[in-house]
């Protein structure tokens, strides 16, 4: 079993910042992707960024390339998505995933069925 828990979500004004955070527990060990998906009322869940568990690239959305960062913490098993400058258009429920397979691997990053295990969501609300 994998757990994902989110956290760090809140209510900023455009051009703050704010940092979430997922803590995986569980059978873990054999990740190999895991990454950031926001999704709105009546829109498609989408892809935010991305990190491979082997060789730390990531990859982003071009919306958000230049203002999100994701990094990841081995030894806390855990996932960060820095947001700077933030837009009312970030504003969204972020989910954080975790796959088996490589960030590179097929169908890409963002594909969202190739991710099994996701966490329960923490709102973020950006105001103008």
């Known amino acids: 079993q994998v757990q994902l828990v989110e956290s760090g979500g809140g209510s900023v004004q455009a051009g703050g910042s704010l940092r979430l955070s997922c803590a995986a527990s569980?059978?873990?060990?054999?990740?190999?992707?895991m990454a950031w998906f926001r999704q709105v009322p009546g829109k498609e869940r989408e892809g935010v960024a991305a990190?491979?568990?082997?060789?730390?690239?990531?990859s982003f959305v071009n919306s958000v390339k230049d203002r999100f960062t994701i990094s990841q913490d081995n030894a806390k098993n855990t996932m960060y998505l820095q947001m700077n400058s933030l837009k009312p258009e970030d504003t969204a429920m972020y989910y954080c995933?975790?796959?088996?397979?490589?960030?590179?691997?097929?169908?890409?990053?963002?594909?969202?069925?190739?991710?099994?295990?996701w966490g329960q969501g923490t709102q973020v609300t950006v105001s103008s």
């Open positions: 569980g059978d873990i060990y054999a990740r190999k992707c």
């Open positions: 990190i491979d568990s082997g060789d730390f690239s990531s």
């Open positions: 995933a975790l796959r088996l397979s490589r960030c590179s691997a097929g169908g890409g990053w963002n594909s969202l069925p190739s991710y099994k295990h």
